[in-house]
């Protein structure tokens, strides 16, 4: 099975530009407008998870508890229903669950509160958390290669994995949390990952340049196509909201980084090479 | 042929060592309790206990053996015992439990609050405290619980970056109702007389001092040119007074006897003769009461503001003018009519009432009382801040989804390795590394004995996955021609593994920052995450490095 190694590749490279412009205007317009969408752990608030044996459609649970101010999500998963209902004040949680226990059945649920200037908090330090994290990984690149440019694809390739799956996830509704806060920064552990493998094969192997591409896209859509099936599974079987939010980050990251990776990534790099021969070893 | 080359091997050696280890920590068995296996008809626990039931603690007991029971079988009272890690209490009248019971095996994983199902709680101190009254702090919460046998309940000063303290308070089986009524609660406790004074034209006297209606937006008075409230107190004779109210033309003082400190120490058990504890069924509820013991100075206070009181007579009874007010953090609890016998007497052993419609809770009452003046009120006031609540039957199914999720991913995964290389020898190798890797992440857990959460659960997802990718990598530099030369296999697994620990590093760089920033969820993820990949770079993938050499060794990729 040969993968494909286009001799024009240049041209290729205008699609993973294009997504990181795309993303960029997206977080920008939504941070200067609304601001990020944030889950009650980063903005404070009460939330809480019932998770009931038979499927109700929303519009009844929402008829039956509007005497409380509440926003109501759902979500279906493999092993039920789970309803959603976020509130301000958390002295009413017994009073809604049992209100809901009174005609549905309940097979558990869970409440989280979090204060307003706790979740602040809690934000403040995520974001400081990912940015250090980000450091951190650069210095550790530049040790691991010892050469300029190609460590900064590495670094430049994991700062655009980061700023798409923030643009897609924030449009398709996933709120950032602390859980997904940890998926992005796990992400970009990912992300390098195969940045590396890539980066080694090109500069430190012998052997025709095409080849040694074809090779390193061989390995690394293996390595990312067995994560995603593992994600996948967990998204649709685990059954619990951290690990299917974990797992959803997961799966766009990954999904970018193939193409941040193996487009243009590889071609910067093929730029490089060609520019530069005497640094492959 | 190969697989003697294997056995010489000191790197299969380690992994297989760790595999064993690992299989020991998590099988052996520990006791922890005992299991109901059968309830008599005629048990007084019958409605509150069912077969299968775990009870490992009993009025402060451990209980590990059937044995322990034993000297319960005479026991009356209140039955404190710990059922499935939740407090139960059972009024038992005529001796005998009547259950039968069988040491428990219990599972060596710990198990955190996310998954057994539990409260989470975090605390602030609203104001600055240093870390002695933290510690004061810690301790006298550690009291209260200490009557409630939640043996699971952890207590955890927690510092954010900022340097601000919070304490961290984790029940199993524990509802956000006892953080809030129990641990939250300051505990400030008052025990006050009430004396009235009629005043005669907005004038009287009391205790040699004049008193007279002052002129404030709230009620007050003024004595000796002393404006007094119902907040701020003044000292007569060395005891405080705060204003309680004014009703007609009578001024009512409130002279405070008891506070917390006061309390030498209460009666949780009834003994005959020593101390009052009971329970009483009345006609519309249940009455509860116990005594408690105050300090010499607090009684010669209750005496010198009993001394003077006029007698009431009513029915058979005579009482004082006077009664006991009892506060609990500013909110009264109880207003106990004072026999006349005890006018002038330095009463050392005040009884607390209480009365709830409900048995159950009358008793789930009286025992958190107990709790609160035992313990002591608490150095600083606590706030609420941040709650998380599951209930254990999400936690429960939580556990088999994440067991099928879990055999479900390895089985996509082998599949997906299949397909690619289309062998067994490579597929099945990969599945069994990374199930062992699994295997020793746990072990080490229960060996360390590391709750098990959410939070470890995801760090030990990321940490397979990194070597998942890490054998994949491995394998490939194996297979791999480069043109017309070709490496040594060393010289492959020499650079397959420089690919390996440049990947392993930058995760973990990743997963420093959460480590140090770390609140809850991030820092306990980041933990495993880092311990994964560890046992990953020494045990498992050097291991597997040997066996894909030996197995795949010279065999050239199909193209």
New interface residues.
């Given amino acids: 099975m040969n993968l494909p190694v286009p001799d024009n590749y240049k041209k290729y490279m205008i699609i993973p530009i294009i997504i990181l412009v795309l993303s960029l205007l997206f977080l920008g317009y939504k941070l200067g407008t609304t601001g990020l969408d944030l889950s009650i752990d980063l903005r404070g608030g ?1 939330e809480i ?1 019932i ?1 009931l044996t038979s499927a109700i459609p929303v519009s009844q649970i929402q008829s039956e508890l509007s005497q409380y101010n509440l926003n109501i999500r759902s979500i279906e998963s ?2 039920g229903q789970t309803i959603i209902l976020e509130m301000e004040n ?1 002295d009413q ?1 017994e009073d809604i669950i049992n209100t809901v226990e009174q005609t549905h059945t309940i ?9 307003p ?2 979740g602040e ?2 934000f403040a ?2 974001q ?3 940015l ?2 980000f450091v ?2 650069a ?3 530049f040790i ?1 290669f010892r050469i300029f440019m190609p460590s900064i694809y590495v670094v430049f390739a994991g700062f655009a994995d980061i700023v798409e799956t923030l643009a897609l996830s924030q449009l398709l509704g996933i709120e950032l949390s ?2 997904t ?2 998926a992005l ?2 992400l ?3 992300s ?2 195969t940045d ?2 890539l980066t ?1 094969r090109i500069l ?5 340049l095409k ?2 591409i074809q ?1 390193s896209m ?2 690394g859509l ?2 990312t ?3 995603l ?6 998204y649709f ?4 909201q ?2 299917t939010q ?1 797992a959803s980050i997961l799966i766009i990251g990954l999904l970018f980084d193939a193409i941040n990776t193996w487009i243009m990534n590889i071609n910067l790099l093929r730029m490089y090479v060609e520019k530069h021969p005497e640094k492959v070893r | 042929m190969e697989w003697k080359n294997l056995i010489k091997e000191w790197k299969i050696w380690l992994l297989v060592l760790a595999i064993i280890i690992s299989l020991f920590a998590l099988l052996a068995p520990t006791s922890s309790g005992v299991t109901v296996t059968s309830i008599s008809e005629s048990s007084p626990l019958k409605d509150d206990l069912r077969v299968g039931d775990i009870i490992d603690w009993i009025n402060e007991e451990t209980i590990s053996s059937p044995e322990d029971l034993i000297k319960f079988e005479t026991f009356t009272g209140v039955l404190r015992y710990n059922k499935n890690n939740q407090l139960t209490l059972t009024q038992i009248e005529t001796p005998g439990l009547g259950i039968n019971t069988v040491k428990s095996q219990d599972g060596t994983l710990n198990f955190g609050m996310d998954i057994i ?1 539990g409260t989470r709680v ?1 605390l ?1 101190p609203v104001e600055n405290i240093s870390t002695e009254v933290m510690e004061q702090t810690l301790a006298t919460l550690q009291t209260r619980i200490n009557l409630y046998g939640l043996k699971e309940t952890k207590f955890q000063t927690v510092v ?3 340097g601000k303290n919070y304490i961290q308070i984790e029940m199993a089986g524990g509802s ?1 109702r006892e953080i809030d009524d129990l641990l939250a609660k300051q505990g400030k406790f008052d025990g006050k007389i009430s004396k009235p004074v009629d005043l005669i034209g907005g004038k009287g006297t009391f205790w040699n001092k004049t008193i007279e209606v002052g002129n404030c937006t709230n009620d007050c008075v003024i004595i000796d040119g002393e404006t007094i409230d119902n907040t701020s107190p003044i000292l007569i004779n060395n005891i405080n007074f705060t204003l309680w109210k004014i009703e007609n033309s009578t001024v009512y003082l409130l002279g405070s006897a008891f506070t917390s400190e006061d309390i030498e120490s209460v009666c949780i058990q009834e003994q005959a003769g020593i101390c009052a504890s009971r329970l009483i069924k009345r006609s519309n509820g249940w009455e509860f009461n116990f005594q408690v013991f105050v300090s010499e100075e607090s009684a010669n206070r209750f005496a010198e503001l009993t001394r003077d009181a006029k007698k009431i007579v009513d029915q058979q009874n005579e009482y004082l003018d006077a009664y006991l007010i009892l506060f609990l953090d500013g909110e009264t609890i109880d207003e106990l009519s004072i026999a006349s016998g005890l006018a002038g007497q330095a009463y050392r052993e005040p009884v607390i009432t209480g009365f709830r419609e409900d048995q159950t809770e009358a008793l789930a009452e009286k025992l958190r009382m107990q709790s609160i003046l035992q313990s002591g009120s608490l150095p600083v006031e606590l ?13 429960q ?2 556990i088999n ?2 067991i ?2 879990g055999l ?6 082998s ?3 299949f397909i ?1 290389y289309r062998k067994i020898k490579i597929a099945l190798p990969v599945l069994l590394t990374s199930l062992s890797e699994v295997l020793i992440i746990l072990g080490a857990a229960a060996i360390i004995k590391y709750t098990i959460d ?2 470890a ?2 760090g030990i ?2 940490a397979v ?2 070597g ?2 890490s054998q ?2 491995i394998i ?1 530099e194996i297979l ?1 021609r ?2 017309e ?1 070709t490496r040594t296999l060393k010289q492959k697994i020499k ?1 397959a593994f ?2 390996i620990m ?2 392993a ?3 973990i ?6 480590m ?2 770390g ?4 820092r306990g ?2 933990i495993v ?1 880092t311990i994964g990949v560890l046992i990953g770079i020494f045990i498992t993938r050097p291991a597997f490095g040997r066996i894909a050499e030996v197995l795949i060794g010279n065999v050239e990729e199909k193209k």
């Fill in positions: 009460t998870s998770e493999f092993t958390s949680v097979k558990g649920w869970s409440q989280q509160t979090v204060g200037a706790l908090s809690f330090q995520s400081i958390a990912l250090l994290a951190a990984m210095i550790a690149v691991i602390l859980a806060f940890a920064l796990l970009l552990g990912y390098v990952d590396v493998l080694t430190k192997s012998r052997g025709d080849d040694k090779k061989k390995t293996t390595m196509v067995t994560t099936a593992a994600l996948t599974v967990l079987v685990a059954g619990n951290i690990i974990i | 199902g975090l602030e954010d970056i900022t956000t706030e609420v801040i941040k709650v998380d609540q599951i209930s254990a039957s999400l936690g199914g939580f989804s994440a099928l999720a479900g991913a390895a089985l996509a995964v599949i997906v390795i690619r959410l939070a659960i995801a997802i990321a996955g990194t998942v990718d994949i990598m490939d791999m480069e043109g030369q650079r420089f690919i440049g990947s590093t930058t995760t760089a990743a997963m420093i920052p959460l140090i920033i609140i809850g969820v991030m993820f980041a995450a």
